[in-house]
C-alpha cells in the first residue's frame, strides 16, 4: 500500500515540477512584450527566469537514478538559488519606483545582490564552502550544507524581508483601493518563491525527522501552492502600465492560461501515463505517443473553446448580460465584405428568377450612392450610371415598392420598413419596354427585395454604431492612460485627460472627424478635441458653445498652414491649405475640388491625408504653447 502511494505522489511531484516550468515559460511569454518598457515586469520576469531555472533542475533530479548525476543537477539548481534574493530586491524595487519612490541606495542595493549572488554561485561551482558532497535519502537527494551556507540563508531571507518591506510600503503610498488590493496580493503572494527554491533540505538531519510521505505530501501542496501564488503575482503585475480595463485583461490573462501551459501539462501528464497504458495494452510506444498527443491537444482545445462563454459568464457574474451580448456581438456583425456577398446572392437569385444577365445593388452612402454589388459584365452598368443622376430617378408613379423601367434597366427601390427612406435600390436588366412579372415572380422579387433591405438597414445601423466608437476611441484611450498611472501619496492627480489625448495616437482621426463634421454633426459636437484647454480657455470667446470654440481653433489651424503671398490654385506650396480651404470651409464635393485643383480623386485623397495630419500638428503644438504659458 505504501509503495503504492509512493510511487503515485512520486509520479505527481514530477508532474507538477515539470508544470510549474511550463507556467513558468509560459507567464514569461506572456510579459515578455511589454517588459522591455515596463520596469516591473522587467523585474518579475527575472523572478520568474531564476525560479524556472531551480524547477528546470528539479524535473531532471527526479529522473537521475546515480548519486554523481544528481550532483550535476543539484548544482545546476544553485544558478537559480543563488539569483533569487537579487531578483526579490530588483521587482520590489520597481514596484516601489512605480510610485514614484525613488532611492538611489536601492538602485545600489540591487546592483550589488546581483553581484553577490555571482559569488555564492562561483563559490557553489567551484568550491564545498557554501555545499559540499551530496547524500542520498529518499525523495531527498540533496547537496550536504558548507560553512557559509548559514551565511547564505541569512543573506536570502534578509533580502527577502527587504522586498516585502518595499511592497509594503508602496502599498501605502499608493491612494486608490484598486492599488491597495492589488498590491496587498502581490505581498500575499511574495513570499512563495522565497520558500519554494530555497533549499531547506541542505540542513544536516532535517531529511530524517520526517517519514519520506510527509516529505512527499509537503512537496505536492508546496508545488501547487507556489504554482498558484506565481499565477498571482503575473496576473497583478501584468496590470503595471496596462492601458485596458480589468475585464480585458482578465479575460485575456486567462484564456492564454487555458490554452497555453494548461493544454501543454495536460498533454505532458497524458505522456507520462503512456508506459503504464503501453503495459497494459502491449502497443507500440511511438504509436502510443502520437496518438496521445493528437488525442490530448484537440479535446483540450475543444473542452476550452466549449466551456469560454460559461467562464467570461462566470468570472463576471455581475456583468453577465452584457458579457452574453459582447460574445453574441460578433455573429451578428456585417463587414463590408459580408454585406457585398449577401447582396451579392440576392441579385443573382432575382437575376435567376427573371431570367437576366446582369443587375446591380447601389446604398446610400451619406448624400452619395455606393455601388454595394453587381452580377454581369461591369461595363454596361457603369454606362448606365454615367447617365443618370445621382441618385437615378426612383419615382414610379405609386407609393408600393415595385420594379418600374429606366433606360435599359429595371429598378426596384429599397425603402426602411415600407416607409419613404430610400437604403438602396436594384437594378436588372430589362427583359422588356415595361416591368411583365407574374405573380409568382413579384412575391419571389418582394421577398429578395425585403431581404436586401433588412441587410442594408442592419449595415447602416451598424456603421453609425462604429462611428460612435470612432467617436469615443480617442477619449476612453485617454482615460485608460490616466487609469494607468498610479495615485500615491505625495503626488497629486494633475494629469489631464487633454494631455494624454494630445499623445494619443488617435489625435489624428479625432482630428479628422472634427474636419469631416465641420459644419455640425456628432464627430464635431462629440469630438474628444472639446476637452482641449486651448478649447477650454477660449469658451468665453464663443458664447460658452464649444462646439464653436472647437471649430474656431480649427479654422485658425487651417490658417497658419496658408503660405506667404497671393493665393494660386495650382502652385505645390498652396496645395494642402487649398484641399483644406475647398473641403473644410467651403465644403465643396471632392470631385469639385478635383477639377478646380487639375488633380486626380485619388491624388486628393492622398493630399488630403497628408493635409489633416499637418493641421493635427499644428492643433497639437497650440495645446502644448497654451500648457507651457506661464500664467498671468
Known amino acids: 500500500m505504501f509503495d503504492l502511494l509512493f510511487q503515485i505522489f512520486s509520479l505527481l511531484n514530477f508532474l507538477l515540477a515539470a508544470a510549474l516550468v511550463i507556467i513558468t515559460f509560459a507567464l514569461l511569454l506572456w510579459l515578455f512584450p511589454a517588459s522591455w518598457r515596463n520596469?516591473?515586469?522587467?523585474?518579475f520576469s527575472a523572478l520568474l527566469t531564476f525560479v524556472a531555472i531551480v524547477y528546470v533542475g528539479q524535473v531532471f533530479l527526479l529522473r537521475t537514478q546515480t548519486l554523481e548525476s544528481a550532483e550535476v543537477w543539484l548544482r545546476f539548481k544553485w544558478i537559480g538559488i543563488a539569483f533569487v534574493p537579487a531578483a526579490y530586491l530588483h521587482f520590489?524595487?520597481?514596484?516601489?519606483?512605480?510610485?514614484?519612490y525613488d532611492s538611489r541606495v536601492r538602485r545600489l542595493a540591487t546592483g550589488a545582490a546581483y553581484v553577490v549572488g555571482i559569488i555564492f554561485l562561483a563559490l557553489v561551482i567551484f568550491t564545498n564552502l557554501v555545499v559540499s558532497t551530496p547524500f542520498n535519502y529518499p525523495f531527498a537527494t540533496q547537496l550536504r550544507a558548507g560553512p557559509l551556507f548559514y551565511l547564505f540563508a541569512i543573506y536570502f531571507f534578509a533580502t527577502t524581508a527587504w522586498g516585502i518591506y518595499n511592497i509594503e510600503l508602496a502599498r501605502r503610498r499608493t491612494l486608490t483601493p484598486t492599488s491597495r488590493r492589488r498590491l496587498r496580493r502581490l505581498g500575499f503572494a511574495f513570499l512563495a518563491p522565497a520558500f519554494g527554491v530555497f533549499p531547506y533540505l541542505v540542513f544536516s538531519g532535517f531529511p530524517a525527522l520526517m517519514p519520506p510521505i510527509v516529505l512527499l505530501l509537503l512537496t505536492f501542496f508546496g508545488t501547487i501552492g507556489l504554482i498558484i501564488m506565481l499565477v498571482v503575482m503575473a496576473y497583478t503585475v501584468t496590470y503595471q502600465g496596462a492601458l485596458q480595463s480589468d475585464r480585458i485583461i482578465k479575460q485575456k490573462f486567462i484564456h492564454f492560461i487555458l490554452r497555453g501551459p494548461i493544454v501543454a501539462v495536460g498533454v505532458v501528464t497524458a505522456l507520462a501515463i503512456v508506459p503504464t497504458i503501453e503495459d497494459w495494452l502491449q502497443l507500440n510506444r511511438e504509436t502510443l505517443l502520437a496518438a496521445t498527443v493528437i488525442v490530448g491537444i484537440i479535446v483540450f482545445e475543444m473542452l476550452i473553446s466549449r466551456s469560454k462563454p460559461y467562464l467570461d459568464r462566470l468570472l463576471f457574474w455581475q456583468n453577465r448580460r452584457e458579457v452574453k451580448q459582447i460574445q453574441e456581438l460578433d455573429a451578428r456583425l456585417l463587414t463590408t465584405s459580408d454585406l457585398r456577398q449577401i447582396l451579392e446572392n440576392i441579385l443573382a437569385a432575382m437575376c435567376d428568377l427573371l431570367r437576366v444577365e446582369n443587375g446591380f445593388v447601389l446604398a446610400a452612402d451619406a448624400d452619395e450612392w455606393k455601388l454595394e454589388a453587381l452580377v454581369g459584365g461591369r461595363e454596361p452598368i457603369q454606362k448606365f450610371l454615367a447617365g443618370q443622376n445621382t441618385p437615378p430617378s426612383l419615382t414610379n408613379g405609386e407609393n408600393a415598392p415595385h420594379f418600374f423601367a429606366n433606360g435599359d434597366y429595371w429598378l426596384y427601390p429599397l425603402k426602411v420598413n415600407g416607409g419613404d427612406a430610400l437604403v438602396g435600390v436594384i437594378g436588372v436588366a430589362a427583359r422588356s419596354a415595361e416591368p411583365d412579372l407574374t405573380e409568382h415572380e413579384r412575391e419571389l422579387v418582394d421577398a429578395l427585395a425585403l431581404q436586401a433591405e433588412l441587410a442594408l438597414e442592419d449595415r447602416a445601423l451598424?456603421?453609425?454604431?462604429?462611428d460612435a466608437l470612432e467617436q469615443i476611441g480617442s477619449q476612453v484611450e485617454a482615460l485608460q492612460r490616466v487609469q494607468a498611472k498610479p495615485r500615491v501619496v505625495g503626488e497629486t492627480a494633475k494629469e489631464r485627460v487633454e494631455e494624454e489625448l494630445v499623445a494619443s495616437p488617435d489625435f489624428n482621426r479625432a482630428v479628422q472627424d472634427a474636419l469631416a463634421h465641420y459644419w455640425g454633426g456628432p464627430k464635431l459636437t462629440h469630438s474628444p478635441l472639446l476637452q482641449l484647454?486651448?478649447?477650454?480657455?477660449?469658451l468665453d470667446e464663443y458664447d460658452q458653445n464649444p462646439t464653436r470654440a472647437l471649430r474656431a481653433i480649427l479654422?485658425?489651424?487651417?490658417?497658419e498652414l496658408r503660405p506667404d503671398g497671393t493665393r494660386s490654385l495650382t502652385a505645390p506650396e498652396w496645395v494642402l491649405y487649398n484641399i483644406l480651404e475647398l473641403k473644410v470651409i467651403q465644403g465643396m464635393k471632392i470631385?469639385?475640388?478635383?477639377?478646380?485643383?487639375?488633380m486626380s480623386e485619388s491624388d486628393l485623397y492622398r493630399k488630403q491625408r497628408v493635409a489633416i495630419q499637418e493641421v493635427a500638428k499644428v492643433?497639437?503644438?497650440m495645446e502644448q504653447r497654451d500648457t507651457k504659458a506661464p500664467p498671468v
Not at 484647454?533 to 477660449?538: A, G, R, T
Open 591 to 598: 470631385r469639385e475640388i478635383a477639377q478646380k485643383l487639375a
Open 555 to 559: 479654422v485658425q489651424a487651417i490658417e
Open 462 to 466: 451598424q456603421k453609425n454604431v462604429f
Open 619 to 621: 492643433v497639437q503644438q
Open 39 to 43: 520596469p516591473v515586469q522587467r523585474g
Open 533 to 538: 484647454n486651448i478649447v477650454q480657455q477660449s
Open 92 to 100: 520590489s524595487n520597481a514596484v516601489l519606483r512605480s510610485t514614484f
